[in-house]
């Protein structure tokens, strides 16, 4: 019997041992370490699709289609007395009214690196500390107005066929 105490006293004094042992080694080798960008300490937020008519000689060229995902602090995101989301469309609209140079018709001219720098930069700014670390594209179209006339013409007229057409009567024997 005492053979058996003892033998329980050692292996929990060994256990114990080595669970302090483990917490202080481990410990040393955590503390100030910061998590690096892409590894996780950052919030990733999806953006609704933006739609951003362009104008050109005053009239509708075409829209601009974008849906973004954003890296950003989640202590300062909590800061926010606005959406971010509603940050994020405000600055897209911006960039492309303050750069009217902006030729979407011809993509081997866009370039989506100054998109993204410029969204992350203006909005930074304009919150006053560092917010968003990267801007990343989920998607970007550019429809001019002529593709959203053909998709709704034939919209209708694929809704049209299916209204307009009488019901089948069966078919007697």
Request: aromatic share 8%; proline share 5%; hydrophobic share 40%.
């Amino acid at each position: 019997m005492i053979k058996f105490i003892a033998a329980a006293i050692w292996i929990c004094a060994a256990t114990l041992g080595a669970v302090f042992y483990s917490f202080q080694v481990a410990g040393e080798k955590g503390v100030g370490e910061t998590p690096k960008p892409m590894l996780g300490g950052l919030d990733y937020v999806k953006t609704d699709m933006i739609s951003v008519p362009l104008i050109r000689d005053s009239r509708i060229d075409g829209y601009f289609l974008t849906k973004l995902v954003y890296t950003v602090e989640p202590a300062e995101i909590k800061k926010l007395s606005i959406p971010a989301g509603t940050l994020m469309t405000d600055q897209v609209y911006s960039y492309l009214y303050g750069n009217p140079q902006i030729d979407f018709t011809k993509k081997e001219t866009i370039d989506l690196d100054a998109f993204r720098n410029a969204i992350r930069e203006t909005v930074n700014a304009r919150v006053g500390v560092e917010l968003v670390h990267d801007v990343l594209i989920d998607q970007v179209n550019f429809l001019t107005k002529d593709e959203i006339r053909d998709n709704a013409m034939r919209r209708r007229k694929n809704d049209g066929e299916t209204a307009t057409e009488p019901p089948k009567a069966p078919a007697a024997h």
